[in-house]
């Protein structure tokens, strides 16, 4: 045998032997699959944070980048079967947590948990609970939070996933769907703990943020076709559940009724300003879009752990998920952000303001002739 041959041969295994430990170091480095995630504890040892929770569009009090490390982020929704005027003169026994349509915000960072309280007092009339889209095992904690009026339920889950997610009430056949489209369901949104990227991989932070929720209603009708106003919420899911079969919406809304985020309650941003839009929609699909802006950002199905794409028209919120878009507004004025299917948003009442003070910027727009006779 040539002895120069044998060397070679010997450098070729040497060769690929370190390629293979450097493979397995990369595995066990910052690359590791969603698949091969292990965790440990359950929180009982880790700091407890009490989460205030707010009305939408608002969200809580957060940091954007964590500080602290890991915690259990304490929050309580109290269960408000209430009437609510959804559209002038059509009302609804709205099934609420804490009250709002949708429910309230949760903020919290990746591997975070939440420890939630429910209350069903004893004033209200039906079995609820709630379904985390966040959360792992047992039905998204619909297994275990089932409430009925006068109970109340506490149970915690680890946030393993970043991005934003919807809950919802889920109590078991058509009183799934019958209790969502009468207003029961909200978003949570789990933050990277160090923050959100941009599409080149560098920190990007939010000025504010605003949680817009779409609600389709089906509000029963009489044997006239008119809507009716409905005594109790007993009958009101009774019908609910024979309403909703037309997959035929009376109502599309942004934040539980027409006009929510219009007017005097529209959001508002100066020009300069990064704006997170928390879209979410928990039973139809929609799209939405920002008229006279853009995402400049966009997380697809609202999911920071992937990169974002940039420059979107419309970004789409399939039922049952919440979508983020990020934009940093460049010209002062009222802007309509609305679901696309233009008749949703004009006739339906799927739309909100976001008026926007500045300075207006002519390199990127300018009327040169007003309206005038043509000549
Ligand atoms: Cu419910």
Known sequence: M?????????LKILLLF????????????????????????????????????????MLPKFDEIDKDGPKVVQVTFTVEEKKIEVAPGDSIWAFTY?????????????????ELTLKNPATNTQTHN????????????????????????????RCIRAGVFVYHC??????????????????????PREGLKDE??????????????????YLPKDKDGKIENIATPQQSIREIEESIKTLMPTNIVFNGHEGALLGKNALTANVGENVLFITSSANRDTRIHLI?????????????????????????????????????????GTYLLLNHNLIEA???????????????????????QKPSAIQ
């Open 200 to 217: 080149n991989g560098n920190a990007v932070k939010f000025d504010k943020a605003y949680y817009i929720a779409e609600q389709d209603y």
């Open 2 to 10: 040539n002895h120069s041959k044998f060397q070679f041969k010997e």
């Open 98 to 114: 804490n009250g709002t349509v949708p429910g309230p915000m949760i903020v919290v960072h990746q591997n975070d948990f939440v």
């Open 346 to 368: 004009f006739a339906f009442g799927a739309m909100a303001q976001v008026k926007v003070t500045g300075t207006w910027d002519s390199t990127l727009m300018k009327q040169i």
């Open 130 to 157: 709630i379904d985390f889209h966040a959360a792992t095992g047992e039905m998204g904690g619909g297994e275990i939070s089932l409430v009925n009026p006068g109970q109340q339920v506490k149970f915690r889950f």
């Open 18 to 57: 370190a390629l293979i430990l450097f493979t397995a170091s990369c595995k066990n480095g910052n690359s590791t699959s969603v698949l091969d995630q292990k965790f440990t504890g359950d929180g009982d040892d880790l700091p407890k944070v009490t989460q205030e929770m707010v009305a939408p569009p």
């Open 170 to 191: 889920a109590p078991g056949g058509l009183m799934v769907p019958a209790h969502v489209v009468s207003g029961m369901n909200g978003a949570i949104m789990v933050l």
């Open 292 to 332: 006279g802006g853009h995402a400049d950002l966009y997380w697809p199905g609202g999911k920071f752990a992937n990169k974002p794409d940039i420059d979107y028209e419309t970004w789409s919120v399939p039922g049952g998920s919440a979508a983020a878009a990020l934009y940093k507004f460049r010209e002062p």
